[in-house]
C-alpha cells in the first residue's frame, strides 16, 4: 500500500482545510507576503526560486536533501553553501516559498520535502502535535534549550525581535522612545503632530499583526490604551513589515510600530537616521521553527541537516553572516541570543513554542480579538 494515501490523519486533513479555507479569504501583499495565521515579514517569491547543490559523488556514495522554507535566498545562501562544503557527498535542492504556499504544498505531497523551516510558528507546531514530525535523537538536540524546541521534534533556530523604527526628527524635537510607554506618551502627546505619519500591523490582513497582538494583550495591561492612541493618531494599517520600511525610507512615516527587527536591520542599514528601538519594557521574539517531516523522502540526511542547523556550525552562521540570530546556547556576541539577553535582559519574551499557539488557529478567538481591535483603535478618532 502506497504510504503516500495515508500520509495525513483525519483530523489534519480538516484542520488543513479549515486554515486554508480561512487563509485564502485575504489577499496577500507584496513586496512582502505573509500567511494569516503567522508569519514573520517573509519576502514574497515565485515558487520556482531555488537553490541547487549538485555532488560530484555517484552511486551508494551520493545522498539527497531537499528543504521547504520561509526563508530568502540571500539570507539561506551561507547557511548551505557552508552545509554542503561539510557535506560535499550531498545533493541538496532549496526552495523558497511563502509560509501559505509551504504549508499548503505539505498538506498536498507530505513525502515531497525533507525539511521544513518557517516562521509560521502556530502551522509547524501543529504539524508536530499531530504526528507529522520524526524525532531528532543527538546530542545537539538532547543540549538544545528547552523553550526553543517541543519534545524532539520541532526545533526553533533564529532569534529575532520585534521593534520599533523612529525617524531620528521625531526624537530630535519630542525627545527619545525607548519603550512601549514612550510610544503610548508621544502619541497622547502628540496626536496631532503625527497624525497619519504613524505606520504598524492591520491585525485583520496580517498574520503577523494578528499574532503580535495577541502575545501584547496578554503581556502589557496598558495594551488597548497604545491601540486607542494609535488610533487617535490615524495610524496607518499595513499587511507587511515591507511596506512599513518603504513608507518609513521615503519619509511617508516617522514611526513604525512592530517591525520584524532581523528586515528592518538589513533594509535600514545605509539609513542612519532611522532609529531602530528593541523597546526597554518588553520585546517580542519570534522564531523560525524546523521539522524533519514524518514521510520525509531522506530520512538520514534530513537528521543531519537539522542537527547541523541545530549545531555550533550552523548557528555561527546565522549569526556572523546573516540578520537573523543564533540560539545556541555556547555562543556569544554579535547577532546571538545570548548577546541580545546581555543587552535586554527579561524585556525580551520569546513567543512561547506551546499549545498556546493553536490559540491563533481558532476563529472565535480571532474573531473576539478583531473585534475588540477594531473598537479600541476607533475609540478616539475623529469622525
Known amino acids: 500500500m502506497s504510504p503516500r494515501r495515508h500520509s495525513l490523519t483525519p483530523s489534519l486533513r480538516r484542520a488543513g482545510r479549515r486554515l486554508l479555507a480561512w487563509l485564502l479569504a485575504f489577499p496577500l501583499a507584496l513586496p512582502f507576503t505573509f500567511s494569516l495565521t503567522l508569519s514573520l515579514a517573509i519576502p514574497a517569491v515565485h515558487a520556482a526560486e531555488s537553490l541547487r ?32 562544503r561539510d557535506h560535499p557527498d550531498v545533493a541538496l535542492h532549496y526552495r523558497n516559498l511563502t509560509t501559505l504556499a509551504l504549508h499548503e504544498r505539505f498538506l498536498k505531497a507530505p513525502a515531497e520535502a525533507d525539511v521544513l523551516i518557517s516562521s509560521a510558528m502556530p ?40 521593534v520599533m523604527v523612529v525617524n531620528e526628527a521625531i526624537i530630535e524635537r519630542f525627545g527619545e522612545v525607548r519603550s512601549h510607554a514612550d510610544l503610548l506618551a508621544l502619541l497622547e502627546r502628540q496626536s496631532e503632530s503625527l497624525r497619519g505619519r504613524v505606520v504598524t500591523y492591520d491585525p485583520a490582513i496580517s498574520g503577523a499583526g494578528y499574532t503580535y497582538a495577541i502575545e501584547e494583550s496578554r503581556l502589557s495591561p496598558r495594551y488597548w490604551e497604545l491601540v486607542a492612541a494609535l488610533g487617535e493618531a490615524e495610524a496607518a494599517l499595513v499587511g507587511t513589515t515591507g511596506e512599513m520600511l518603504e513608507g518609513l525610507i521615503e519619509g511617508r512615516y516617522l514611526v513604525g510600530y512592530n517591525l520584524l ?75 546571538t541570543a545570548a548577546s541580545l539577553r546581555r543587552q535586554r535582559g527579561d524585556a525580551l519574551r520569546p513567543i512561547t513554542l506551546g499549545p498556546g499557539l493553536l490559540a491563533t488557529l481558532d476563529d472565535l478567538k480571532r474573531e473576539a480579538l478583531l473585534t475588540r481591535w477594531r473598537r479600541e483603535f476607533m475609540r478616539r478618532r475623529r469622525h
Open 53 to 84: 547543490y549538485p555532488t560530484t559523488f555517484d552511486g551508494d556514495a551520493a545522498a539527497a536533501l531537499v528543504i521547504h522554507g520561509a526563508l530568502d535566498l540571500p539570507q539561506v545562501r551561507p547557511l548551505l553553501d557552508a552545509f554542503h
Open 123 to 162: 502551522w509547524q507546531y501543529r504539524l508536530a502535535n499531530d504526528g507529522q514530525a520524526q524525532p531528532l535523537d543527538t546530542p545537539a538536540a538532547r543540549r538544545w534549550p528547552a523553550w526553543a524546541r517541543w519534545r524532539s521534534e520541532l526545533f526553533a533556530v533564529t532569534f529575532e525581535p520585534i
Open 261 to 335: 527587527g532581523s528586515y528592518a536591520r538589513e533594509r535600514l542599514a545605509n539609513h542612519p537616521r532611522l532609529k531602530i528601538v528593541v523597546p526597554e519594557d518588553y520585546a517580542l521574539v519570534t522564531q523560525r521553527l524546523a521539522l524533519v517531516p514524518r514521510l520525509a523522502p531522506h530520512p538520514e540526511t534530513a537528521r543531519r541537516f537539522l542537527d547541523y542547523l541545530i549545531g555550533e556550525r550552523g548557528q555561527e552562521v546565522l549569526a556572523r553572516e546573516t540578520p537573523l540570530g543564533a540560539i545556541h546556547p555556547s555562543l556569544e556576541g554579535p547577532g
